[in-house]
């Protein structure tokens, strides 16, 4: 059923959570609908504000949507509230003020002015009503001067009265008090004048989400790059702490044919109700919809006689899928590999998107999502994860998968959140994390890379300890890669953030088991995470892997690191400061007994390091600790805890303990035990660790000498890994020891050929 065409300035009341938004349709309008730049636009909006109290927010659509926000509104209000009285005002009757007082011969010619300013300039211009009211004023003062019969100068006194009246009272609005300052040398009819006060902020109307196009007038750009067509922008402002992430969208920049192409074809694909069974392969649906996408988009054209070249149908396609099925700008956001978080904060419409940013950290955006943008988003996510989001389920953790990004999304709305609606959006990697990354970054040394990774073959327990957002997960996920591929591993997360679908990709024997959220209700059909991490001790020797250990799955996660810290890694994520705070956790406040507390070998901390000034942070791993098993009841006190590795802040590295470089280490010394060329001999012990560092090292030399950062990324590391052990165990059955000096020489001529393949 076609759409039933609307007039110029035809209107409708929506109402937005506590918003009242007056939508006004200017698409039959011969003027721009822009209250700053034309006279018309003001000047019927301000007609309509006289007829409809308590809007909140104004939007004008011709398009694309111009919205108005309170502040602007509430001025434009008092000018209409202004005009309504003065329409009411006795003393502004031709009868009371003229005829009826026999002035008609001294204000005939003023009175018309008058009526001419408060009718017509007084809604369309008040900046030149008010100029006006001035001109007239003095005017009339002249001729008082110049007047000598007593009537003649009774008309005029009480004449400029009510203009002096009229002129305080437009004064004391704030539109005129604001702009008086810039009213010297001003031209009748100059709108630039108002540019200083309004400024719409203008979006596809096919959009829910506002953004803010406009630059910065008083930014510093720190930093400008572009991803995928979209323009990004990095502002500082020099009497602020705050810094702007600025998007320009490539919807933005689209010619008046596309934006129609679009819109038709939203409306045309907005009549199908995706379904729930249609959401449970995203990727599918995805494919499915940006197919049909296009295929409309190509017929509309072959109605329409545009010409586009294949590669802008593709770009409108990817844009309406964004805004049909898609996540709309949240997902152009997500798509900068250098954001991290993306939190959008209730009530929604009030507060724009708030950004964490690799290089710059904590932003805020130009994005302003609205409610219907957020009910959006939560409708989706309910279909995509199966879980509930409602006054029962307050609380939604998922994670989102789009083509080129996947994010951890936690929702919250009503009773929890009292404002409504809130997201946070935790964007993960597009490949995995490994260890020469790691190193690149700054985040670990090659030492400690060495170490882990004799660690991890060394089958130990470990636990990722660190406060939120300090790279934990991440870190595990390396872990996982330093895993040797014969090896099978068994994942178990309430939300889905490890790497496991690429480093299936890659070859990988691993299996990811999904459990319910530590927060979910006691309704909910998925199994507890205490259950899972059990039934994978009956799934066979597997490296266990737990997304995060919360609470009373630790219990079962120390029962698995009992059982199976002999047969393969253990490993984990949990909330701690500290070694202790994570004993102190783990024990007092989740309840395992203080003897399992012992399963744990090793702690590896890592946490944020900020500047002086507190307005830069970067990840960094603070300490790497073995945990002893002859302490009784606080590891503390009883020197439970062994630093092998310690953060040193004024190299911004981690640096190498007494205990490790004496060999003073249970844990090492266990690991050597089981293998007999390491067995009572610490020096081959620490010639292995310090063999694996030099490898890790190389990798990541050749990759800056050769410009290639891909052979940082996992598919490299994992050949690496193989090629490493695959030497050591060759060399091993040629010499019958490990020679480091010779593996480390064949394995970095076997690095230089794969540095100068052809990328």
Partial sequence: MAEEKKGCFDYEIVREGEEKVLRISCEECGFPPSIEDSKMAMAKTVELLMEIGGVTKLVLTQKRDYEYDYHQVSLLNEIAQLHKKLGKDERLNYSSLVAGTGCVRYLGTGFASLQ?????????????????LRRLSRKEKIKLDATVEEQGIKCEEYFISVIEHIIDSLEKTRLISMLRPYLAGYAMGDRSVYRRIFGATIRPDFMFTKLMATYPSDGVVLDSYSINNTEITIFGFPDSTKTLYHMVPPEFKFTEEKYELLDSARKIMSEHKPSREEFVDPARMREVFYNVGKDLIEDL??????????????ELAEVLLRYTVGFGLMEVLLMDPKIQDANANSPMGKTPIFVVHGDFDDCYTNIIPSETEAESWATKLRMISGRPLDEANPILDTELKIPGMTSRVAAVTAPLNPTGLAFSFRRHRDKPWTLPLFIKAGMIDSVAAGLISFLIDGTRTMLIAGTRSSGKTSLLG?????IMRRYRIITIEDTLELPAPALKDLGFNIQSMKVAGALAGKETTEVDASRGIRTTLRLGDSALIIGEVRSSEAIALYEAMRV??????????????????????????IGVPRTSFKATDIIVVANPVRSAAGLRKKRRVLQITEVRKTWEDDPLREGGFVDLMKYNPETDKLEITDALANGDSEILKEIAGNVAEFAGNWEAVWNNIMLRAKCKQAIVDISDKTERPELLEAEFSVKANDMFHNLLDQVLKETGKIDEERVFFDFNEWLKKEGKKSK
């Fill in 478 to 482: 390396s872990l996982l890669v330093e």
């Fill in 301 to 314: 054209i072959s109605h329409q006689s545009v010409k586009l070249r294949e590669k802008e149908i593709e």
């Fill in 564 to 589: 199976g810290a002999a047969a393969n890694v253990v490993a984990g994520t949990i909330h701690g400061a500290s070694p202790y705070g994570v004993f102190d956790r783990v024990v007092n406040d």
């Fill in 116 to 132: 001419h300013i408060i009718s017509t300039e007084l809604k369309s211009d008040p900046v030149s009503a008010y100029v006006e």
